[in-house]
């Protein structure tokens, strides 16, 4: 099946530094998503990618898809404590209405 | 707010019992989908559904086998147990649009001895 790799597989950070975790796939994408999981919780959607190029802001959050449609990145600046989680990609292929491809995900450890 | 609910926060049993994990969402949507979450691989999915009695394989099927008698319940059967069977199981739901988001359960951690 279709495989999805996320880098970095774990990041730590001071407080206040910025954070990038980056998603390759090897074919190109119909969209891509993207989740949080906090400690202890479920993936909660984040944000939804569509058109090549794309680029999304949620307040400290930027998401781009590339031109591609094989990549995309989730940059957050100036981290805080609040990030803390694991961040996944979740990539849909053209002719797989439904089915998400789940990358590996990034786990973000931040400290004061 | 939609809800997915699943039976059982943590689950203890022994090697080759019949185990059923069961999911249940309430905003009516069609597709739903059960996922094993294991430390360094991510999301795996294990079996979706997209109408009620429809059911596709997904990634790693092998050892499961799911039902879906009703829109809203989706359970998932091992039908005997193996330790490597041990993971997080995570249920999800999604409206059979192209372009949308998976809502997600709280997730059944299993351990089998």
């Known amino acids: 099946g279709q495989q999805v790799m996320q880098i970095p597989q774990y990041q730590h950070v001071q407080e206040g530094e910025d954070f990038t975790t980056y998603c390759n796939s090897s074919?190109?994408?119909?969209?891509i998503q993207w989740y949080k999981q906090r400690p202890g919780g479920h993936p909660v959607f984040l944000i939804q990618?569509?058109?090549?190029?794309e680029v999304k802001k949620q307040k400290r959050l930027t998401f781009q898809f590339g031109e591609a449609k094989k990549n995309s990145s989730l940059h957050i600046t100036a981290t805080q404590t609040t990030d803390v989680g694991t961040y996944f990609c979740?990539?849909?292929?053209?002719?797989?209405?439904?089915?998400?491809?789940f990358g590996t995900g990034t786990r973000l450890q931040v400290t004061l | 707010d939609v809800k997915v609910t699943q039976s059982s926060r943590y689950l203890v049993k022994r090697t080759g019992e019949k185990v059923f994990l069961e999911c249940v969402q309430d905003?009516?949507?069609?597709?739903m989908f059960w996922y094993r979450q294991d430390p360094g691989l991510g999301l795996r999915l294990i079996y979706f559904?997209?109408?009620?009695?429809?059911?596709e394989k997904g990634d790693i099927p092998e050892g499961y086998s799911v039902s879906r008698e009703k829109k809203e319940r989706f359970s998932l059967i091992l039908e005997s147990a193996s330790t490597n069977q041990t993971s997080m199981y995570l249920c999800?739901?999604?409206?059979?649009?192209?372009?949308?988001?998976?809502?997600f359960g709280p997730g059944t951690r299993l351990t089998v001895l």
């Open positions: 999800a739901s999604s409206l059979p649009v192209t372009y949308n988001e998976q809502f």
């Open positions: 074919t190109t994408l119909s969209n």
């Open positions: 990618l569509v058109k090549s190029g």
């Open positions: 979740a990539a849909r292929n053209t002719g797989t209405a439904s089915k998400l491809t």
């Open positions: 905003m009516d949507h069609e597709n």
């Open positions: 559904s997209y109408d009620v009695k429809m059911k």
